[in-house]
């Protein structure tokens, strides 16, 4: 999976996997003919209070099995952008052979998207929020079917199951499935309504390995909104769907819906222009999906919807304290019907083990909003797990092509700006330009400096991928992957480092990663080298003992030394820890960072040790030029007995050291030869020879 998605971002060959599709029907107590855009899963009736059990429909008409062969989920075009995901159009069309004549008691489905999961992929439960479909995730089921064995709960329209039990339905199920499988988690992903169902099933299930995820959760009903509501509801007639049918024509079939349908087209919408098009698609969807939404909001629902909610609301309010689970709450910034920021923080801080994402420009109906991808936030929360917790290896999950590519967008300023240069070193002791002297094969260990704020791991990063395809997992400080429990924490700023595969580190991961194979990026200056002091660049910041050299030839992995060096020429460090330590509010601040940081080298009594988390004050310079030197590799295959030895362990060590020092002295001493430095002459190259033109550099 990992070369596919890479080769489908940049341009190289594509993989393609098996899987078994097929024609859905969707049970109810009137059985008929239904799209081909779902299949059974189980069905659990209230009435009976039996579960079925797991069936998976997947022939066609005359009852033979379908196979076909399709590309790999994650590098398909749906995954390219958000914008080619299934639309609010999608949502009505589905919808509408779900509510048509919908009868019978509430059951589980899966959507065909996510017949694609992996094997030993965890159980995902949706559960509805007010439309009671089960469809709210449909923007995310084809992400969603890779990592999860996905389930939607649907609540038929006319159904009136009080909250207790659905709550026992939802229980039922998770029973089932964890006595079928003890050693996998099971996902309760609700919102709203849903969301209070899911915290009483995790309260009443203290010893299941369940992990919530509550988008705008239901903590109380805002009376304010919700009161008015009622009253509007209670004088409007009950044969409101027929009415709006009969004022505004909106049958299917009739002319002025086929107009509406083909404004909608995403041609049409073009022609219309930019983000207005959208906003006028979205119109005409609605417009043309009345008698849907009439349907799904009828005036007797809502009511009952309402009483359900004050009745799930209450419930989960009273047994908040018993829930054990692992929690995500995401809540958006501008939901007016349910949220309160300060419930939400009570939320957090009673759950034993709760992390809090805002999503500040957000409405209540989250999942079908433009900008916001679940799956993106679980793995950028370190949320999935096929176990009984997170392992940052095993568990990891390989970017999207979107995903990529917004790393790239991401760091294009910086790339365009600094016109990185690459060097690298052959087996021979040749240096030439790019990264042909990177092997393709792991174990590789890349060891090397930090530049301030490691403003150069996004360009170093992109250009392994897009170069050689190669995959570089950095060892991170553990302070990146802190998820907040409060409600104003913003982590996001770290997210980039967690999706593109950084790992806490530490021995075991080291360990882990070379045994794999893996391309490795470390620092060994770490925070003290990155967060460094005026007058400190270039230099390097290593503990005294060879933390890495023993358990890098344990695996024969190579070792390539390299340097980096242009932090000085794109900005000044004006305010570092010292100048800080001076100013009162910036010293709380910095001592706070630090503390919640915390070292990985306490007790340490050199400058290691003392690691000082605070925001540099920088002041851009026009921008010069970033280059990177990769030495030759250091190969430590059939070296394991020797480096056993304490004193060669320490030279090797220091070998390696020096090689780093003298790759940033090289770079140093050859950049002013470098006609194309500075930002002047670059421009006017490119100007003459193409914006795509590479730029050249000094003579090697």
């Known amino acids: 999976m990992e070369a596919t998605l890479l080769g489908s971002v940049f341009g190289l060959s594509p993989v393609s996997s098996e899987r078994v599709v097929g024609k859905a029907v969707f049970p109810s107590s009137k059985s008929k003919p239904r799209r081909q855009t779902h299949r059974v899963t189980a069905i659990n009736s209230v009435a009976s209070k039996t579960h079925v059990g797991v069936r998976r429909i997947q022939k066609n008409e005359d009852g033979a099995k379908v196979v076909k062969l399709v590309e790999n989920p994650y590098s398909g075009a749906e995954t390219a952008s958000p914008d080619l995901r299934k639309s609010l159009s999608d949502f009505l069309e589905e919808a509408r052979d779900f509510v048509g004549d919908d009868d019978g008691p509430p059951r589980w489905f899966s959507p065909l998207e996510c017949?694609?999961?992996?094997?030993?992929?965890?159980?995902?439960?949706?559960?509805?929020?007010?439309?009671?479909?089960?469809?709210?995730?449909?923007?995310?089921?084809?992400?969603?079917?890779?990592?999860?064995?996905?389930?939607?709960?649907?609540?038929?329209?006319?159904d009136r199951t009080p909250a207790k039990d659905l709550m026992k339905l939802i229980e039922r199920t998770v029973k089932s499935e964890n006595h079928s499988f003890p050693n996998r988690p099971i996902y309760l992903v609700g919102e709203s309504i849903g969301a209070c169902l899911a915290l009483d099933v995790a309260a009443r299930n203290p010893n299941i390995d369940l992990a919530l995820i509550m988008a705008n959760p239901a903590t109380h009903v805002n009376n304010l909104m919700s009161q008015p509501l009622v009253g509007m509801l209670n004088v409007l007639p009950y044969g409101v769907p027929t009415l709006l049918e009969e004022i505004f024509g909106f049958k299917q079939g009739d002319p002025l819906t086929a107009i509406l349908d083909a404004l909608t087209n995403e041609f049409a919408v073009h022609q219309i222009g930019g983000a207005g098009g959208g906003i006028l698609r979205d119109l005409f969807t609605v417009s043309a999906n009345l008698p849907t939404l009439s349907r799904i909001f009828a005036k007797d629902t809502l009511l009952w919807k309402l009483e359900l909610l004050k009745s799930a609301v209450a419930s989960a309010n009273s047994h908040i304290y018993a829930v054990r689970a692992e929690t995500l709450i995401l809540f958006s910034g501008r939901d007016q019907w349910l949220l309160n920021e300060e419930d939400i923080d009570r939320y957090s801080h009673t759950l034993p083990k709760c992390i809090v994402r805002k999503l500040k420009d957000n409405g209540h109906f989250l999942f079908f909003e433009d900008g916001v991808d679940l799956v993106s936030i679980i793995k950028s929360t370190c949320f999935y797990r096929r176990g009984k917790s997170h392992d940052h290896l095993s568990d990891y999950i390989m970017p999207t092509r979107y995903e990529l590519k917004q790393q790239l967008d991401d760091h294009k300023l910086l790339i365009d700006a600094t016109s990185p240069v690459y060097l690298s070193t052959l087996e021979d002791g040749k240096i030439v330009r790019g990264l042909e002297g990177i092997p393709s094969e792991g174990p590789v260990l890349y060891v090397g400096y930090h530049m301030l704020l490691g403003l150069e791991l996004g360009p170093m990063v992109i250009q392994f991928l897009k170069e050689r395809n190669i995959h570089l997992r950095g060892l991170a400080h553990p302070m990146l992957f802190l998820n907040g429990k409060d409600v104003l924490a913003d982590t996001q700023m770290f997210d980039k480092y967690k999706i593109m595969g950084g790992v806490p580190v530490s021995n075991?991961?080291?360990?882990?990663?070379?045994?794999?194979?893996?391309?490795?990026?470390?620092?060994?200056?770490?925070?003290?080298?990155?967060?460094?002091?005026?007058?400190?660049?270039?230099?390097?910041?290593?503990?005294?003992?060879?933390?890495?050299?023993?358990?890098?030839?344990?695996?024969?992995?190579?070792?390539?030394?390299?340097?980096?060096?242009g932090e000085d020429d794109i900005c000044d460090l004006v305010l570092d820890a010292y100048d800080q330590r001076n100013i009162p509010i910036l010293k709380d601040f910095m001592e706070e960072a630090t503390k919640k940081a915390g070292n990985l080298r306490e007790g340490d009594e050199t400058e290691l040790g003392n690691q000082i988390c605070y925001l540099p004050g920088l002041v851009p310079k026009i921008p010069g030029r970033f280059y990177f030197y990769f030495g030759k590799p250091i190969e430590t295959a059939g070296r394991e007995q020797q480096l056993k030895d304490k004193d060669k362990a320490q030279e090797f060590y220091l070998q390696v050291k020096s090689e780093v020092e003298q790759c940033i002295a090289y770079l140093k001493m050859k950049r002013e030869s470098d006609p194309y430095r500075h930002l002047l002459p670059r421009v006017l190259y490119q100007a003459s020879h193409g914006l795509s033109s590479e730029i050249p550099t000094f003579d090697i």
């Open 115 to 158: 017949a694609a999961q992996a094997k030993g992929s965890p159980l995902l439960l949706f559960i509805p929020g007010i439309d009671g479909t089960g469809l709210g995730l449909i923007r995310h089921h084809k992400k969603l079917g890779v990592v999860f064995d996905v389930w939607c709960l649907h609540i038929p329209v006319r």
């Open 508 to 565: 075991f991961n080291i360990f882990k990663l070379l045994r794999s194979k893996s391309h490795v990026l470390l620092y060994p200056g770490g925070v003290r080298e990155a967060l460094h002091n005026k007058g400190e660049e270039y230099k390097l910041f290593w503990p005294e003992q060879p933390e890495f050299v023993r358990v890098a030839s344990r695996f024969g992995a190579k070792i390539i030394p390299f340097g980096v060096v």
